[in-house]
């Protein structure tokens, strides 16, 4: 059973950085597309970052140049490094092992 944890969300001011952790188990994250989405209030949930089994990535337009989506095959975890943050950015965060699973998210709130 694949099992996807969050972790590093937060309050943060406009111009500030997190972290976003994704502990997984039951799963090899280095062999499966890994991926970030998020789903602000009213809106659909968006894809924001991926990381393929080979090591590609690809962003959201929006997050382009601010987020930084990388793993750790060691410790079979995924992170979003997120800086430059927007009010825009606020969402409930989501890990996903793409087309298996979902974690429980993370609330990640930017101020103005």
């Known amino acids: 059973q694949v099992r996807l944890v969050e972790s590093g969300g937060g309050l943060v001011q406009a111009g500030g950085s997190l972290r976003l952790s994704c502990a997984a188990s039951?799963?090899?994250?280095?062999?499966?597309?890994m991926g970030w989405y998020r789903q602000a209030p009213g809106k659909q949930r968006e894809l924001v970052a991926v990381?393929?089994?080979?090591?590609?990535?690809n962003y959201a337009d929006s997050v382009k140049g601010r987020f930084i989506i990388s793993r750790d095959n060691a410790k079979n975890m995924v992170y979003l490094q997120m800086d430059s943050l927007k009010p825009e950015d606020t969402a409930v965060y989501y890990c996903?092992?793409?087309?298996?699973?979902w974690g429980q998210g993370t609330q990640v709130t930017v101020s103005s």
């Open positions: 990381v393929q089994s080979g090591g590609s990535t």
């Open positions: 039951g799963t090899i994250v280095r062999l499966n597309t």
């Open positions: 996903v092992s793409v087309g298996r699973s």
